[in-house]
């Protein structure tokens, strides 16, 4: 049988509770490769979207969407994002619609990095206008971040968690649907969100972290004795000085085996014109290389280096044999 369309009722069609998008979250650290149903969904969105009225708003009259989904953002990626409508335009619209509360302003349903990027550039947004209800501005901003936001897990499972708390409906349809998963994994991610928000504050969105690692965090915090330690261990400085997915990889190896084989405090490398960033990591006899960007320099730069590890090892011969 076809999946339904998830926008179909957001955008003009009936959205019905029994076409559930069944798909298991997936992220770097968990299970089987994602879907190919997400890269259609986000075609069909832009497909949905461009046969819809556009409009140009000033983007000071609209409001952020009240379903918060992401705990930090980037902001190489914001300026890239910036730097291309500046100098191409904003070619895809955002979708928002009247606010729900106060006359003559609006609210992003999805589209909140380029409306933001407008408002900084002091430009007008595109957008499409839609009048829709609470929930159904739920799944489209749930299934529109599914499709192209990269959202980490410990991210989608707090958007599931507000979800649920807004109780739209008593089987948790809602949520699913928002975040295209199914029952067993709706249990996961709300168990994973009931960490202790003191603990998830200072973790931050974890990118890389999936759900069996965060499930097996959580099962270690369910103890008293290991909270209490959880607790000490975020408020030591090594700790403090990392990024996110190394906080997590400090705390969780902290925990499973009390400071041994805890990863040391990573060494982040930047360049002036912030094109990369590589972070260093040694645990035990082992040395990890990270090279990151929001393009595909970073790729290119780790490439660059790999063709030149032979001449980089001679040179570290040469200088530790001085």
């Known amino acids: 049988m076809a999946r339904k369309n998830p926008f179909e009722k957001v955008l003009g069609g009936d959205l019905e509770t029994d076409?559930?998008?069944q798909t298991e979250f997936v992220s770097r650290g968990a299970s089987k490769s994602i879907s190919s149903t997400l890269d259609d969904l986000a075609e069909k969105a832009d497909q949905l979207l461009e046969g819809e009225t556009i409009v140009e708003i000033?983007?000071?009259?609209?409001?952020?969407?009240?379903?918060?989904?992401?705990?930090?953002?980037?902001e190489a990626e914001f300026e890239t994002l910036k730097k291309a409508i500046q100098e191409e335009g904003q070619n895809s619209p955002i979708l928002i619609r009247p606010h729900p509360e106060i006359d003559g302003r609006y609210m992003v349903v999805f589209g909140a990095r380029r409306w933001r990027a407008a408002e900084e550039l002091g430009i007008k947004v595109r957008s499409v206008i839609k009048q829709m209800s609470d929930r159904e501005h739920v799944v489209a901003q749930g299934q529109e971040n599914a499709a192209r936001a990269n959202l980490s897990f410990i991210e989608r499972a707090l958007m599931a968690a507000d979800v649920i708390e807004r109780g739209f409906d008593k089987d948790n349809a809602t949520a699913m649907s928002a975040l295209s998963i199914d029952k067993a994994t709706l249990s996961k991610m709300l168990s994973v969100a009931s960490i202790p928000e003191e603990i998830l504050d200072v973790l931050g969105s974890a990118k890389s972290i999936g759900r069996d690692r965060w499930y097996e965090l959580k099962t270690l915090i369910d103890r008293p004795a290991t909270k209490t330690k959880a607790l000490q261990l975020i408020e030591e400085d090594s700790f403090q000085s990392l990024g996110s997915d190394d906080r997590f990889n400090f705390l969780l190896g902290r925990l499973k085996k009390g400071g041994k084989g805890a990863a040391t405090r990573?060494?982040?490398?930047?360049?002036?014109?912030?094109g990369v960033e590589v972070s260093t990591t040694a645990r035990g006899k082992s040395f990890t290389l990270a090279v990151k960007s929001s393009d595909q320099k970073?790729?290119?730069?780790g490439e660059f280096v790999s063709k030149r590890l032979e001449t980089l090892y001679e040179q570290f011969k040469a200088e530790t044999q001085k």
């Open 19 to 21: 076409a559930l998008v």
């Open 58 to 74: 000033d983007p000071s009259i609209i409001d952020p969407s009240f379903l918060r989904d992401r705990i930090e953002h980037s």
């Open 266 to 274: 990573p060494k982040p490398w930047i360049p002036k014109d912030k």
């Open 298 to 301: 970073g790729i290119e730069f």
